[in-house]
């Protein structure tokens, strides 16, 4: 399944328990996974900024064209990836706790 997939399923609002932990479980290695990944790609741009410095070129312009690379693009996606699988996390946390 994949992570869109998984958003869509979590929405279904008869879930049972089980299901519910088995979504949190799928989509918290999920998060780990893009977390690991994310960190590989700012390694990259941290390298990528270090080698395109110059007194006459801008941190903005610097980013402009770290964010039109493939990693770069990449990194757009996971930030956005990251922030909605954290909250989908929280809304399925608050929904498992109605079981209990």
């Keep these: ?3 869109l ?3 869509q399923a979590v929405k279904e609002k008869t879930l ?3 299901e519910l932990e088995s979504y949190h479980s799928e989509l918290s290695h999920l998060f780990a996974d893009m977390s690991v ?4 790609i700012e390694k990259q741009e941290a390298l990528f ?3 395109k410095t110059k007194p ?6 610097i980013k402009r064209e ?3 690379t493939e990693k770069g693009q ?5 930030k956005r990836y990251l922030g909605a699988t954290s909250k989908i996390l929280s809304s399925i946390k608050s929904r498992m706790f109605e079981f209990y």
């Design 37 to 40: 990944e994310m960190a590989e």
């Design 16 to 18: 049972t328990k089980n």
């Design 49 to 51: 900024f270090y080698e």
């Design 66 to 68: 770290w964010r039109a």
């Design 1 to 3: 399944m994949t992570l």
């Design 74 to 78: 990449r990194q757009i996606l996971l």
């Design 56 to 61: 006459d070129v801008s941190d903005i312009s």
């Design 5 to 7: 997939e998984l958003f």
